[in-house]
């Protein structure tokens, strides 16, 4: 599968941006995507993640309550709702996607084939 991230910008603290990945290739419904993201210097941090059956959602501690996760069968595009942003949220975002993935590994950065380009958010203070 081809993901392309996109949406990524600049904002301003306690502000909101959206992102979204588009995949292609495969049949989408059968993939488990997720969001990580690298600041500068920094290591690849979980974000958040969603099931490819039923849409189950998992969040990284540092965005829940804040970040929204969600999926398009029809339109096969993943997006990235992010709201109450902070200077520390600032980072290259990267979609990525595999099929099977339990619960427990959604995340794991090595638990993904598939990677986007990435995208990058700067959040100003």
């Known amino acids: 599968v081809q993901l392309q991230a996109s949406g990524g910008g600049l904002a301003q603290a306690g502000g909101s941006l959206g992102l979204s990945c588009a995949a292609s290739g495969r049949t989408f419904r059968d993939y488990t995507f997720a969001w990580f993201r690298q600041a500068p210097g920094k290591e690849r941090e979980f974000v958040a993640a969603i099931k490819r059956s039923g849409g189950a959602t998992s969040y990284g501690d540092s965005v829940k309550g804040r970040f929204t996760i969600s999926r398009d069968n029809a339109k096969s595009t993943v997006s990235l709702q992010m709201n109450s942003l902070r200077p520390e949220d600032t980072a290259v975002y990267y979609c990525?996607?595999?099929?099977?993935?339990?619960?427990?590994?959604?995340?794991?950065?090595?638990?993904?084939?598939?990677w986007g380009q990435g995208t990058l958010v700067t959040v100003s203070s």
């Open positions: 990525a996607a595999d099929r099977d993935i339990i619960t427990s590994s959604l995340p794991m950065s090595g638990s993904y084939d598939y």
